[in-house]
């Protein structure tokens, strides 16, 4: 409920990389709303790969129980992921979608009609189920007539398929109108999925949701030949990334995909994009992603008009053109586009 709060107290946990050039944005974006949300209150937190590497802890326990405790919301950038396996390393924003259970990542993906880079009429959303999966990492090895042989066990359960399955139809409904392989696993998130109208109070709350049902395969073909066609796209989690990452080449850079990660008590806004090693340190990674995963987080608190502030800054300086960073083109370092999109807000 938003009624109630006189400050907003906001965590930030940049992570590796880009987290720490990108964050600090988004930080700058909710500052410069003034008095439209409660008074914003940043606590900056340690989480990553870079942490581990000086502190031998990827997630510290501090860093939990200041986001369960204090918090109303978060901010986290990205991390790093060693190609190698590291000894003691795990990924701190799987744990931490699994112990604030931040069950569904929600990446709306929407393209601004003068980007040139752009497909025209892009609008969906991907919901991506963020707690199982390939994602519950259960990998073993073993010698057999082949030689090595490495499997994965892929969970899929009714719980999470029917809430994920819920947040999906939320979704759908809330939104101005216009799934598989493995036949187990996907068979039990269809069925579920399925189900949600059926087994949701009141009933026929879900009528006006037609749904259609894909292959994961064709999907990302469709994807690329008929965008416009999708509205919202409900996924397992492996799927939901890939199909993510795919429909964000279609709007022209990662560097534009917000996404939050959400529970029934808490929600944690993250840009799409990854630590991206490549560019660290140069002072051109685009802000966008952060700014809008940021809005997204308001959005979802229930500050819709101060999102909205900051989401027609974004599409403004994206329509002019003038200040971009090089994924979408331009020349311009991250401090100027988020400058200008400072100055609209
Ligand atoms: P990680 O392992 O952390 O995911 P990665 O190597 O997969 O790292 P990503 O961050 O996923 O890197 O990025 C993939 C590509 O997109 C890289 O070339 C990166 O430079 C680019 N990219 C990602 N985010 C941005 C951004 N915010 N601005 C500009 N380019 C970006
Ligand atoms: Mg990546």
């Given at each position: 409920s938003t009624a109630a709060r006189s400050s907003l107290k906001i965590g930030l946990l940049p992570g590796d990389g880009i987290g720490h050039e990108v964050i600090p944005a988004a930080k700058e974006a909710i500052e410069a709303l003034g008095s439209s949300i409660p008074k914003p209150e940043f606590v900056s937190l340690n989480a990553g790969f870079e942490y581990f590497a000086r502190k031998?802890?990827?997630?510290?326990e501090e860093t939990v129980q200041i986001l369960k405790n204090e918090c109303d919301c978060a901010l986290f950038g990205a991390v790093n992921s060693p190609s190698r396996k590291v000894t003691g390393y795990s990924s701190p924003i799987v744990a931490l979608r699994k112990q604030l259970d931040l069950y569904a990542n929600i990446r709306p993906v929407v393209s601004v009609a003068e980007n040139p880079e752009d497909k025209p009429d892009v609008d969906l959303v991907v919901v991506r189920e963020n707690t199982e999966c390939l994602y519950i990492k259960d990998e073993t090895t073993t010698i057999g007539p082949n030689g090595r042989e490495a499997r994965a066990t892929r969970l899929i359960t009714e719980r999470a398929s029917r809430r994920i399955g819920k947040s999906a139809f939320e979704l759908a409904l809330n939104r101005p109108r216009k799934s598989n392989v493995l036949s187990i696993t996907d068979g039990l998130f269809r069925e579920t999925v399925r189900f949600v109208p059926k087994s949701?109070?009141?009933?026929?709350?879900?009528?006006?949701v037609t749904i259609a049902e894909q292959l994961v395969d064709s999907a990302v073909y469709k994807l690329f030949r008929e965008p416009q066609v999708f509205d919202v796209m409900v996924a397992p989690n492996l799927y939901g990334d890939i199909i993510s990452d795919a429909a964000a080449a279609l709007v022209g850079s990662l560097g534009l995909i917000p996404s939050i990660n959400s529970g029934d008590s808490f929600v944690m806004g993250e840009p799409v994009h990854g630590s991206a090693p490549d560019i660290t340190g140069k002072g051109i990674a685009n802000p966008i992603a952060s700014i809008r995963s940021a809005a997204l987080m308001l959005h979802t608190l229930g500050y819709g008009d101060a999102a909205s502030r900051i989401d027609r800054a974004v599409n403004q300086v994206i329509r002019e053109g003038q200040y971009l960073t090089p994924d979408l083109g331009g020349s311009a370092k991250t401090d100027e586009v988020t400058k200008e999109i400072l100055k609209r807000i």
């Open positions: 031998g802890v990827a997630l510290p949701i109070e009141p009933v026929g709350k879900y009528d006006e």
